[in-house]
């Protein structure tokens, strides 16, 4: 069954094209004035002027790899990262940690993880369903590159840029 809707039948002066002119100008000559006043900013001059101290708290930035405080990765390969991931920018290769190994018990360490800056399209899943923490999006903006292949991010530029991040990693849990 069909709904129909019935347009509300307009007044004569509301057919008319000047009222809705005349509003948009009053917006347009508003902001104007905003700008000429010095009120408001609309250019800013890259790279003298930077964002940084303007970027808003939700902002994502490029994706990283974090270790904890004793310089041990906290990425378990799991691998739910590149399989959320809607570009398929990113690209894990675990590896079993040996048995002699004291962390024997996590079982899997990434071999090789790669983000190709180029086709992550940072939306911020990697985060959201990393169950240690181990990628986050930075507030960086500038990621530049001379190639494709300088813009493919292998696991040590991800650590360099990375950094360390403090806070509980299930994965180093002894009690788990």
Known sequence: MAI???RPKLKWWEQLYIPGIISGMRVTLGHFIKIVSGKKKVTMQYPEEKWDEHLPEHYR??????????????????????????????????????SDDKWAKVEKRPKAFDIDMIRCIYCGLCEEVC?????????????????????????????EIGGVRVGLVNKWNELK
């Not at 270790?67 to 590896?95: G, M, S, W, Y």
């Not at 990628?135 to 650590?159: C, F, N, P, Q, W």
Request: aromatic residues 6%; hydrophobic residues 35%.
């Open 61 to 98: 930035g490029a994706p990283a790899l974090v270790k904890d405080e004793q310089d041990r990765e906290r990425c378990v390969a799991c691998q739910l990262c590149e399989f959320i991931c809607p570009p398929r920018a990113i690209t894990i290769k675990p590896e079993e940690i040996p």
């Open 131 to 159: 169950p240690e923490q181990a990628i986050y999006l930075r507030k960086d903006y500038a990621i530049t590159g001379t190639s494709r292949e300088e813009m493919v991010h292998d696991k040590d530029r991800l650590y």
């Open 4 to 6: 129909v809707v019935k």
